[in-house]
C-alpha cells in the first residue's frame, strides 16, 4: 500500500501468465464449471384451469408461449389428450412439456400395442408422473412444469395437479391460483356437483378475467372436455372482451 | 426463404464483420443460427452429420421436420451448456416448403413465418403488419430484405451484409445483399 494512502491497482488484479484471467466487471467466475440452465424456464405458458361437473373435468389453458415479456409464440396448444379418459395441461417451460408429450405418447402407443384392453388411468397417468417430476427434481434437473391431469375413468372423474416441486390436489391453477379461487368458489361451494353448462360457463369467465388481470396471458384458449364419451378438444376460441370502462376513466385526481 | 445478417460482436468489438449465419444442412434444407455462434456452429456441426447419415440410411432426401428435430434434440439435451437458437427452413416432397423454430429451450414449432436473434425484438412490429400469406417470391425477397434492414438499422449488435437464400423445389439460390445496398428508411 502506498503511503498517501492512494492504491495503485494497475496490475494488481491483472492478466497473469497461464491463468484465466475475468474481465472486471464480468459476471463469469472462471472455473465454477459450465454455466447451467435447466434452472431457467425459456419459453413459458401461464396458467391451466380445471374444473370437474357431473359426468366429467374440464381443463382450459391459453395459447401463448412468453419468452420473459414478449408474447412469441401465440398459437400453441397446452393441452394434451393422452387417451380416450385422460387428459393433461402443462403449465411452465413449453420445450419440457414437448419432451413429456413425446414420452406419454410414446408411453401411450406401447399400452395399445400389448393389445389387452386396458388402457392408462388418469391416476395411474399422474402418480407416474408426479413420480418422474419428483425425481428430476432431486437431480437438480426439473422439468420446469405445473400440469394439470384430468379424467373419467370407470365412472369417476379425476383431477389433479402435479408440478416441479410437489403434488397436491383439486382445482389447480398456477400462476393466478389466489385470484381464480374466489370466482371459482362462488359457483361451486355449496353444491354437491356443477353442469357442464356452469363448468364450461365458469371457465370461459376465468379465462376472460384471466386475460384482462394476468400479464402473461392472451386471449386465445382452448378448452379440453373429457367425459364417458371420450375426449374433445375444443378450440382455439376467444373471449369476447368489454372495454366500455375506458371511456369514463378520466385523470387520476 | 431465409435471410440473415452477419455481425458476430465479443461484448462491444465486433469480431466479424462478414460471418455466414446461414448454414446448408442438406440440399434443400438451411438452417439459421444465433446466439453464442460457437455453440450454434458446434449444434449444426454436429446436426449436418446425423442428417446426412440419416438421409442415407432412409435412401431419400431428409424432411425439413427430420432435420429441426435433430436440432431440437442438440439442443433440448444440452440445454444446461448451450446458448443458442436455430430457424430450418427448406424444402421436402412431403410437405413441401417449411419453417421451423427451435428456441433457447430446445422447443419446436412450425411457423408460416418466423423471426429470431437479437435483432428480431425490434421487428416483431413490422414482421406482424407486412406478413401475408402466399406471397410471390418477389414480395417475399421484399419482406425479408426490408425486416433485416429494419432490425440492423435499430439493433447494434447486427449489421453489414444481408445474406438470403431462395430454396424451392428446383434448387437453391444465394442472394446476397451489402450493407450500401440494403432499403433505406427513417434513419435519424
Known amino acids: 500500500m502506498?503511503?498517501?494512502?492512494?492504491?495503485?491497482?494497475?496490475?494488481e488484479n491483472g492478466p497473469k501468465p497461464?491463468?484465466?484471467y475475468s474481465f472486471p466487471g464480468s459476471s463469469l467466475t472462471p472455473g465454477c464449471g459450465p454455466i447451467k440452465h435447466t434452472l431457467n424456464p425459456m419459453v413459458t405458458g401461464t396458467s391451466v384451469l380445471g374444473v370437474k361437473f357431473t359426468g366429467g373435468v374440464i381443463i382450459a389453458a391459453d395459447m401463448l408461449g412468453s419468452y420473459g415479456s414478449l408474447a412469441r409464440f401465440r398459437n400453441i396448444s397446452?393441452?394434451?389428450?393422452?387417451?380416450d379418459s385422460t387428459i393433461l395441461g402443462a403449465s411452465g417451460d413449453y420445450?419440457?412439456?414437448?419432451?413429456?408429450k413425446q414420452i406419454i405418447e410414446q408411453m401411450v402407443i406401447d399400452e395399445e400395442l400389448l393389445g389387452d384392453g386396458h388402457s392408462y388411468s388418469p391416476k395411474a397417468i399422474h402418480s407416474w408422473l408426479t413420480r418422474v417430476m419428483y425425481n428430476r427434481r432431486s437431480k437438480m434437473n426439473p422439468l420446469w412444469n405445473t400440469v394439470v391431469i384430468g379424467g373419467f375413468y370407470n365412472d369417476e372423474r379425476w383431477l389433479e395437479f402435479s408440478n416441479l416441486a410437489v403434488c397436491l390436489g383439486l382445482f389447480s391453477v398456477r400462476?393466478?391460483?389466489?385470484?381464480m379461487q374466489p370466482l371459482m368458489r362462488e359457483v361451486v361451494e355449496n353444491k354437491v356437483e356443477i353442469t357442464k353448462d356452469e363448468a364450461r360457463a365458469l371457465i370461459e369467465r376465468c379465462l376472460k378475467v384471466l386475460y384482462?388481470?394476468?400479464?402473461?396471458s392472451y386471449n386465445r384458449h382452448e378448452i379440453a372436455i373429457v367425459t364417458k364419451e371420450g375426449v374433445e378438444i375444443v378450440g382455439p376460441m376467444s373471449c369476447e372482451t368489454n372495454w366500455e370502462i375506458?371511456?369514463?376513466?378520466s385523470g387520476f385526481e | 426463404m431465409v435471410g440473415v445478417e452477419d455481425l458476430v460482436h465479443f461484448r462491444y468489438y465486433v469480431s466479424s464483420k462478414t460471418i455466414n449465419k446461414l448454414i446448408q444442412v442438406h440440399d434443400r434444407i438451411f438452417c439459421c443460427i444465433a446466439g453464442s455462434l460457437a455453440d450454434a456452429q458446434a449444434v449444426t456441426k454436429a446436426a449436418k452429420f446425423q442428417i446426412s447419415f440419416h438421409s442415407i440410411q432412409m435412401e431419400s432426401p431428409p424432411l425439413v421436420k427430420a432435420a429441426a428435430s435433430v436440432l431440437k434434440e442438440l439442443c433440448y439435451n444440452n440445454k444446461e451448456e448451450l446458448q443458442a437458437g436455430f430457424i430450418t427452413a427448406g424444402w421436402d416432397r412431403k410437405k413441401g416448403p417449411q419453417v421451423y423454430t427451435v428456441a433457447l429451450g430446445g422447443m419446436l414449432l412450425s411457423q408460416p413465418f418466423t423471426i429470431g436473434g437479437s435483432g428480431s425484438t425490434y421487428i416483431y412490429g413490422y414482421a406482424d403488419a407486412?406478413?401475408?400469406?402466399?406471397m410471390s417470391k418477389e414480395e417475399c425477397l421484399q419482406f425479408a430484405t426490408n425486416a433485416l434492414a429494419l432490425a440492423m438499422g435499430r439493433d447494434n449488435v447486427s449489421g453489414g451484409v444481408a445474406h438470403l437464400v431462395v430454396i424451392t423445389e428446383e434448387g437453391v439460390e444465394h442472394i446476397v445483399i451489402p450493407g450500401d445496398k440494403l432499403p433505406k428508411f427513417h434513419d435519424e
Do not use: E
Open chain 1, 2 to 11: 502506498d503511503p498517501s494512502g492512494l492504491k495503485l491497482n494497475f496490475w
Open chain 1, 18 to 20: 497461464g491463468q484465466f
Open chain 1, 78 to 83: 397446452r393441452l394434451m389428450k393422452v387417451n
Open chain 1, 95 to 100: 420445450a419440457d412439456y414437448q419432451y413429456m
Open chain 1, 175 to 179: 400462476l393466478f391460483f389466489v385470484s
Open chain 1, 212 to 216: 384482462y388481470r394476468d400479464a402473461r
Open chain 1, 246 to 249: 375506458a371511456h369514463m376513466v
Open chain 2, 130 to 134: 407486412k406478413y401475408k400469406p402466399d
